[in-house]
């Protein structure tokens, strides 16, 4: 998919009317003062926005913020998460049981972590609590990072992309490598370890996105600004490397060519908002290939108002995909419900003139969140063949974080989608219509079988 850019959570901008009214919204900030925000804006659609700044010079906080902290968290998830049952989990239980780990943290680092890992006893990939560092660094589109994207395959973590410019790629690490040893371990055990330390998610796949991250942002528990690594290249031989880990910025991209075949290809790496204006050309370009294929492998999901504006140029009129799902059963208003933020039905409306010649396309188990409701909603109204792996799983959505005592940051699921047709995908994935696994030797090869795949399936349509 990809460089390893994944972000600290992925994200549903489940309601558009949202980014239509923010300018209407700061008018409304004072009224919030004075009238009480709790009827004007009972999801916290504006205030979670406001206050709690981080200590200044990086100051430890004290035990007064720290409770303020928990506080907010236990209750905000206790007051707003989608299912009023919590996932089967005793969620008064949990609070009492982390409370006193988390207060006592030995230091900041661990205090968020430990934050964090009390919600994630609700098993849920969008529920996630984000330290003042981290949190600074999705507002602002950075990731720490090696620059290796890896994956266990076989019983081998190998190396599935390298990051251009990175400290991975100056150190001579290539599509294909496979990891020996990591900071002295057996890659295998390293990553078993990893693996029972991650956090709780909505899959396997999802924790294993948390074990890739552990490698390339380090663990808070025991700092580094570097790891140590032994790798074995395509001819076997070994070579042994520092890799540091460094701040990058990430940026999600669209891009389309025409494959060799004459069929057409579009590739996204997230559904971010600002590639809205991007959509219309992209299928313009496109638009006379006899056949489509659409690229999402790697995408951790984004803005759903993106992925049902470009779902709009593959139908033909209404089409219903399913229902919302909110902890009230009602769409998140603003002023005593008079502001509805959207409808509770998740439908597309076509365009006038849409691309309607055969799609197929291409995820993997990093797919998640957005990509996942775009695959899988245009294979459940038969639009599109799915090719490649098991999505994440991860498909829940929440309004925006919410800012946590101390300059943290709170992300909580407040929304389900439930499809007309197929299975509910948070928690299982998009199963692909032809599975095609990754292999060593297509990465060490340069050959994309699921992309082979694919163009094979759209010409056996063409008849060709």
Same mark, same amino acid.
């Given at each position: 998919?990809?460089?390893?850019?994944?972000?600290?959570?992925?994200?549903?901008?489940?309601?558009?009317?949202?980014?239509?009214?923010?300018?209407?919204?700061?008018?409304?900030?004072?009224?919030?003062?004075?009238?009480?925000?709790?009827?004007?804006?009972?999801?916290?659609?504006?205030?979670?926005?406001?206050?709690?700044?981080?200590?200044?010079?990086?100051?430890?906080?004290?035990?007064?913020?720290?409770?303020?902290?928990?506080?907010?968290?236990?209750?905000?998830?206790?007051?707003?998460?989608?299912?009023?049952?919590?996932?089967?989990?005793?969620?008064?239980?949990?609070?009492?049981?982390? @409370?006193?780990?988390?207060?006592?943290?030995?230091?900041?680092?661990?205090?968020?972590?430990?934050?964090?890992?009390?919600?994630?006893?609700?098993? $849920?990939?969008?529920?996630?609590?984000?330290?003042?560092?981290?949190?600074?660094?999705?507002?602002?589109?950075?990731?720490?990072?090696?620059?290796?994207?890896?994956?266990?395959?076989?019983?081998?973590?190998?190396?599935?992309?390298?990051?251009?410019?990175?400290?991975?790629?100056?150190?001579?690490?290539?599509?294909?490598?496979?990891?020996?040893?990591?900071?002295?371990?057996?890659?295998?055990?390293?990553?078993?370890?990893?693996?029972?330390?991650?956090?709780?998610?909505?899959?396997?796949?999802?924790?294993?996105?948390?074990?890739?991250?552990?490698?390339?942002?380090?663990?808070?528990?025991?700092?580094?600004?570097?790891?140590?690594?032994?790798?074995?290249?395509?001819?076997?031989?070994?070579?042994?490397?520092?890799?540091?880990?460094?701040?990058?910025?990430?940026?999600?991209?669209?891009?389309? @060519?025409?494959?060799?075949?004459?069929?057409?290809?579009?590739?996204?790496?997230?559904?971010?908002?600002?590639?809205?204006?991007?959509?219309?050309?992209?299928?313009?370009?496109?638009? $006379?290939?006899?056949?489509?294929?659409?690229?999402?492998?790697?995408?951790?999901?984004?803005?759903?108002?993106?992925?049902?504006?470009?779902?709009?140029?593959?139908?033909?009129?209404?089409?219903?995909?399913?229902?919302?799902?909110?902890?009230?059963?009602?769409?998140?208003?603003?002023?005593?419900?008079?502001?509805?933020?959207?409808?509770?039905?998740?439908?597309? @409306?076509?365009?006038?003139?849409?691309?309607?010649?055969?799609?197929?396309?291409?995820?993997?188990?990093?797919?998640?969140?957005?990509?996942?409701?775009?695959?899988?909603?245009?294979?459940?109204?038969?639009?599109?063949?799915?090719?490649?792996?098991?999505?994440?799983?991860?498909?829940?959505?929440?309004?925006?974080?919410?800012?946590?005592?101390?300059?943290?940051?709170?992300?909580?699921?407040?929304?389900?989608?439930?499809?007309?047709?197929?299975?509910?995908?948070?928690?299982?994935?998009?199963?692909?219509?032809?599975?095609?696994?990754?292999?060593?030797? $297509?990465?060490?090869?340069?050959?994309?079988?699921?992309?082979?795949?694919?163009?094979?399936?759209?010409?056996?349509?063409?008849?060709?």
């Amino acid at each position: 998919m990809v460089t390893d850019r994944v972000r600290t959570a992925p994200g549903c901008d489940t309601f558009p009317a949202m980014h239509r009214i923010h300018t209407l919204l700061f008018g409304f900030t004072l009224s919030f003062l004075l009238v009480g925000c709790a009827a004007l804006d009972p999801q916290h659609v504006v205030t979670r926005h406001i206050g709690s700044a981080a200590p200044a010079d990086g100051a430890a906080l004290d035990a007064t913020t720290r409770q303020r902290a928990f506080d907010f968290v236990w209750s905000r998830i206790n007051e707003a998460y989608v299912d009023p049952h919590f996932n089967g989990v005793n969620w008064q239980q949990v609070g009492a049981e982390h @409370q006193a780990q988390i207060l006592m943290a030995p230091t900041d680092a661990i205090f968020w972590k430990n934050l964090d890992t009390m919600a994630a006893e609700l098993g $849920d990939a969008h529920t996630r609590v984000l330290s003042p560092r981290q949190y600074a660094a999705y507002k602002d589109k950075q990731t720490v990072t090696t620059g290796l994207s890896l994956v266990s395959m076989n019983s081998d973590i190998v190396v599935v992309a390298v990051a251009k410019d990175s400290a991975g790629e100056k150190a001579g690490v290539a599509r294909g490598h496979k990891l020996l040893t990591i900071d002295g371990l057996e890659a295998t055990d390293w990553w078993q370890q990893q693996t029972l330390k991650a956090r709780k998610s909505s899959t396997l796949r999802a924790q294993s996105n948390s074990v890739k991250r552990s490698f390339n942002r380090g663990d808070p528990e025991h700092p580094k600004d570097s790891i140590s690594v032994r790798l074995e290249r395509a001819d076997s031989t070994q070579f042994d490397a520092v890799l540091a880990r460094g701040v990058r910025p990430y940026k999600d991209t669209l891009a389309t @060519q025409i494959l060799p075949s004459g069929l057409g290809y579009l590739r996204l790496t997230g559904f971010d908002l600002k590639l809205l204006p991007s959509v219309l050309p992209a299928f313009n370009q496109l638009k $006379d290939t006899p056949a489509l294929v659409i690229d999402l492998r790697g995408n951790s999901g984004g803005a759903v108002l993106l992925a049902t504006e470009m779902m709009n140029y593959l139908v033909q009129g209404e089409v219903m995909l399913g229902k919302k799902v909110t902890r009230s059963g009602q769409a998140p208003s603003l002023l005593f419900g008079l502001l509805r933020l959207g409808s509770m039905e998740l439908k597309l @409306q076509g365009v006038k003139a849409p691309y309607l010649a055969p799609v197929v396309v291409l995820v993997d188990g990093d797919s998640a969140s957005a990509s996942e409701l775009f695959a899988g909603s245009l294979q459940n109204i038969g639009r599109a063949k799915i090719v490649g792996e098991t999505t994440c799983g991860c498909l829940l959505g929440y309004l925006g974080y919410a800012n946590v005592p101390g300059g943290g940051g709170l992300s909580y699921s407040e929304l389900d989608m439930v499809p007309t047709k197929g299975e509910r995908i948070e928690g299982i994935g998009v199963i692909p219509d032809y599975a095609v696994a990754l292999s060593r030797q $297509d990465l060490i090869d340069g050959k994309d079988r699921a992309l082979a795949r694919a163009v094979q399936i759209l010409e056996s349509r063409l008849g060709r």
